[in-house]
């Protein structure tokens, strides 16, 4: 099993719709989540970080279930601005050594 | 405030020549990293500084890759000799607190 799981996708949505994406983890001492988006032939940037208590930024929400090993994206009212691939990535260990999923793509069309 | 620098952008090589990249991370930032992305695929760890000491190298193919942060600031990584598998994005992030990562452009890399 991977360390870190994403479904590649593509998610293939209209503007305005309700996406969401999850990332699971085997480490069940992992420490700390983010998601970072990664627009073509750029370098990834952070999006936000994930909390246990979840966290909501404008229309991104993200939320951590550490009992199921999972992080998730909820993304409302989807533009044609967020297609991009989102990756997460889980810190483990007691340095909090980073492990980056494959990505998910999503395409928002018109 | 000035982001992670890289250079070179892009470069193409030959298989078995060397080459090295230098990246330069935001000020302050006490944690290094050097990722390799290939198309299709998240970005792989290949060495994590703290300072200049070596926090994980476990995923660095070290009969060819080397890295070096000499005082804890600017990083450079090296391959010697390259292979074709090596063509990949290579790129450097740095963090203030372990947690969360801020990447450079990164660089381009085409071996022929």
């Not at chain 1, 085997?26 to 966290?55: H, I, T």
């Not at chain 1, 980056?100 to 928002?108: A, D, E, N, Q, Y």
Request: glycine letters at 8%; a positive charge; proline letters at 5%.
């Amino acid at each position: 099993r991977k360390e870190v799981e994403q479904d590649p996708g593509p998610f293939n949505v209209p503007e305005g719709a309700t996406v969401a994406f999850n990332c699971t983890y085997s480490n069940s001492a992992s420490q700390s989540f983010f998601w970072y988006r990664q627009d073509c032939r750029k370098e990834p940037k952070l999006l936000m970080s994930v909390y246990s208590s979840g966290n909501e930024d404008g229309r991104f929400t993200a939320q951590l279930n550490r009992a199921s090993q999972y992080i998730s994206l909820l993304i409302r009212d989807s533009k044609l601005s967020d297609s991009a691939t989102y990756l997460c990535v889980v810190n483990g260990g007691g340095s909090y050594i980073p492990t980056f999923g494959r990505g998910t793509s999503l395409i928002v069309h018109p | 405030e000035a982001g992670v620098a890289q250079s070179p952008r892009y470069k193409i090589i030959e298989k078995r020549q060397s080459v090295a990249f230098w990246c330069n991370p935001i000020s302050g930032h006490a944690t290094l990293y050097w990722y390799q992305q290939i198309l299709g695929q998240g970005p792989k760890l290949l060495i994590q500084f703290q300072n200049n000491g070596v926090v994980d190298d476990s995923q660095l193919p070290k009969d060819r890759f080397s890295a070096e942060r000499l005082k804890g600031v600017d990083s450079t990584l090296k391959i010697q000799p390259a292979k074709l598998e090596d063509s990949a994005v290579y790129l450097c992030a740095s963090s203030l607190d372990n947690r969360a990562q801020y990447f450079g452009p990164g660089t381009r890399l085409l071996v022929l």
